[in-house]
């Protein structure tokens, strides 16, 4: 090989989400990252600044906790801001207002079935379910189970149970009662539709 396929021009690199990310360090940090290898060597030095920054950065919603970094020299076998929480329908559906018009679901069904959902109407449809799934009486850990085919409706179920910290089985129609006896008999839902 003779030499890169392709460089990004001075512009893109200026514009690239990890130029801002590197500004943003250096920044709050006071060092300098001249370049990727710089920040790279910055993020093996100090993991735990690093993977602060990065959860920040992401935009992830919830508390990371204290603990960053566990068993690092275990690769594999670390493990990441073990003391987080955060409830990942949350940051799946959570979006700015200028975003609830695009897609948030594209769908396209075997029977030539076509859907397109919104944010905004994601969002509102989840939060139908878990409303729903409250009255029912629904709590974090519970499981809840449906027999349902692959469908936009499916996934904001799936959404509204884990919004409430519920954890979420399916299976399709086509299993028969043996084989939806055989899924959902070992998970005992507490609820099942």
Known sequence: ???????????????????AFTRRVEARHSVSLPDYDALWRWSIDHPDAFWREVWEDAGVIGTPGARVLVDADRMPGARFFPDA????????????????????????????????????ELRASVSRVARAFDAMGVKAGDRVAAIVPNMPETLMAMLGGAARGAIWSSCSPDFGVQGVLDRFGQIEPKVLS
């Open 85 to 120: 929480t955060l409830n990942f329908a949350r940051n799946l559906i959570e979006r700015r207002p200028d975003d609830d018009a695009g897609d948030a679901l594209v769908f396209r069904g075997e029977d030539k079935a076509r859907a397109r959902v919104s944010h905004a």
């Open 1 to 19: 090989m003779v030499g890169p396929l392709w460089t990004p021009s001075p512009q893109r690199i200026a514009d690239a989400n990890i130029t």
